[in-house]
């Protein structure tokens, strides 16, 4: 990888693909993809930009309510993909949800961006960076 964000719907999905591609060939815990916040413009009451992790297989968000029921909507176009876990600890506000993604590279990164656009409801310009490889 040379590069670590994107603001291009294309681009993003190469940079999320080479990140999923790096992290599997150093067998790295885990590869994070944050959305830079200056670059959201989507009106939510979120204190912090959403965020995703790869670890392995399994892809790792955390989601309000509401997102989690738009997660739950768009794994009905990935069917390789499926929730594993769904924690709410009385101290969060959410649910991080663990996905197994047993797929190649190019998927993952389709569905993160379908994830980042479709749950978070992210505007089309967003800026992601890859903060951990």
Sequence with gaps: ??????????????????????????????????????SDTTETDEEFPPWIQVAGTEVVMDCTDAELERLKDLLGAYPEFRIEELE?????????????????ANRIADFVERAFREVYELEPDYRAWVSAV
């Design 88 to 104: 709410s600890p009385e101290e969060a506000e959410g649910t991080n949800a663990v996905i197994s993604a047993r797929s190649d």
């Design 1 to 38: 990888m040379t590069r670590f964000d994107a603001a291009e719907e294309a681009e993003r999905r190469k940079l999320y693909a080479e990140a999923v591609t790096a992290h599997r060939k150093r067998s790295s815990p885990v590869t994070t993809i944050d959305v830079d916040p200056d």
